[in-house]
């Protein structure tokens, strides 16, 4: 199987294991997106309900993986039909989004397991307390200057493609089949030899947007341990900062200088995909080990510092299946996830659902740009 194969393969295997991984990520108050106390997560029927979900989202994510390497594998060798092709982007469509939908199913089925052992034990907050910490030292995520990085980079690329623009041949290669033979080609234009500084602009804009919801988003203070959980995720904060502008520099600037190799047929297109899904794999990994450190908003950490069982806040109304924050007394626009490492919206704000339509409008744009400047 060539590496262009065995990438998207093992593209499945790390995303099925992430999902896999996610309980264990959590922060020690919650459990399947419902608050519980910290020592609940030792209740075997906690761990064991974990490590079902663990081992059917693993069996389902293998099971897709093999199915998408035997699909693969027949159109390795020669040239597929137009027929084929279209079967192989539903294979590979398919084998990507039922890890997803199924680790969300299984999420929902211990979710309502948790909140029946929840009634049953008497796991509430009785006093429903808050608590507000006001400090100026504690660690947060980086300031979205350093996002400015990214200006010196598209410049580079821009001004090597000027110069080098008479070294391009007059057909560049944009597309291989799955058997690494180019089967598209572009005229060479400005726009075509542009290229990977208009992706790195457009990658510099995503991973800043990604960085200031970072900036915005709510932070998670516990009643119970404030000090602590504010330290926990202001260093959650920052990793995660640093690591979404280190890893879309690296993947900006790799799918750049690949371009040019492969425009100057300097690399092929099968080693220059090869080359930026190796990169790409690598950053994921390193996400996955650092995430699997601090958990989702520090959680992890804030476990090794929090000196009290007690359930001071719950939330639980607000998460509408667990994965969609919905409170319109929030003013908060950003929170982080219940499920999952990152942030998400607060839906009952309209600006909330103003700024994905924006963000897919505009996404939507820079691919009509790219075709267009390809064409």
Not at 88 to 100: D, E, G, N
Not at 108 to 128: M, Y
Not at 147 to 163: R, T
Request: proline fraction near 6%.
């Amino acid at each position: 199987m060539s590496w262009t194969l065995f990438s998207m393969v093992l593209s499945i295997v790390v995303l099925g294991g992430l999902l896999a991984a996610t309980p264990w990520l959590m922060p020690p108050t919650e459990c399947f997106t419902i608050t519980v106390p910290p020592s609940a997560q030792h209740d075997a029927r906690i761990v064991n309900l974990k490590r079902l979900y663990a081992l059917c989202v693993a069996g389902v994510s293998i099971a897709c993986a093999l199915g998408l390497a035997r699909a693969l594998t027949t159109v390795e060798n020669g040239s597929p039909t137009e027929a084929q092709l279209v079967f192989l982007s539903v294979v590979i469509t398919v084998t990507t989004l039922i890890p997803i939908v199924a680790s969300f199913i299984l999420m929902l089925h211990a979710r309502s397991r948790v909140k029946a052992l929840k009634e049953q034990e008497g796991w509430t907050a009785q006093t429903h307390r808050s608590a507000a910490l006001i400090v100026d030292d504690f660690p947060g995520p980086l300031p979205l200057a350093w996002n400015l990085l990214y200006i010196p980079l598209v410049l580079g690329m821009v001004v090597f493609a000027l110069l080098s623009y008479d070294r391009f041949p007059d057909q560049i290669p944009m597309n291989a089949d799955f058997s690494g033979n180019v089967n598209n080609y572009v005229d060479k234009s400005l726009g075509s030899v542009l290229f990977p500084a208009m992706f790195a602009a457009f990658m510099g804009l995503v991973f800043t947007f990604t960085h200031w919801m970072s900036t915005i988003s709510k932070k998670p203070v516990d009643p119970a341990a404030p000090a602590t959980s504010a330290l926990a995720y202001g260093r959650f904060a920052r990793l995660q900062s640093l690591l979404m502008l280190i890893g879309g520099l690296t993947l900006s600037a790799t799918v750049g200088i690949t371009f040019y190799l492969s425009a100057l047929q300097v690399l092929s297109l099968e080693v220059s995909a090869a080359i930026i899904t190796v990169v790409a794999l690598i950053w994921v990994g390193i996400v996955i080990v650092f995430s699997a450190l601090t958990g989702q908003a520090g959680g992890r950490l804030a476990a090794q510092l929090r000196t009290t069982d007690e359930v001071a806040a719950d939330d639980d109304e607000h998460w509408v299946l667990g994965a969609f924050y919905f409170n319109p007394q929030d003013p908060s626009l950003i929170v982080p996830k219940r499920f999952g490492i990152g942030w998400t919206i607060n839906h009952a704000r309209p600006i909330a659902w103003l700024t994905i339509g924006a963000l897919i409008a505009f996404t939507i744009g820079f691919s009509i740009l790219i075709t267009w400047a390809v064409a």
